[in-house]
């Protein structure tokens, strides 16, 4: 028989691993917020079904994959109107 405390360390150390791949994906999702995303390609990427996404992300942030997108093209979108879309030769 294992002992209890052995038994806790795999618990945490599990968690810290889906911990560790929720951040991978939310960073995905930063860097190619622009791109067309969706859960089931996030989840493939992660390497795991589409619901454990969800819910694992949920858990981790407080909102949905797909909600923590639509947030961050939001913010996006809110930064151009902001300060408005420079191009090249353009003063600062």
Known sequence: MCHPAW??????AQRLDDLARMRRVRDRIDREY????????????????????SREFRT??????YGYLLSRR????RTLLLHGVRTEG???
Do not use: C, F, H, N
């Open 60 to 65: 981790a942030y407080g909102d949905s994959p």
């Open 74 to 77: 939001a913010e996006r979108a």
């Open 7 to 12: 038994a806790r360390a795999r618990v945490t």
């Open 34 to 53: 622009a791109r067309p995303l969706d859960v089931l390609a996030l989840a493939r990427g992660a390497d795991i079904a589409a619901g454990l996404l």
């Open 90 to 92: 353009q003063p600062a």
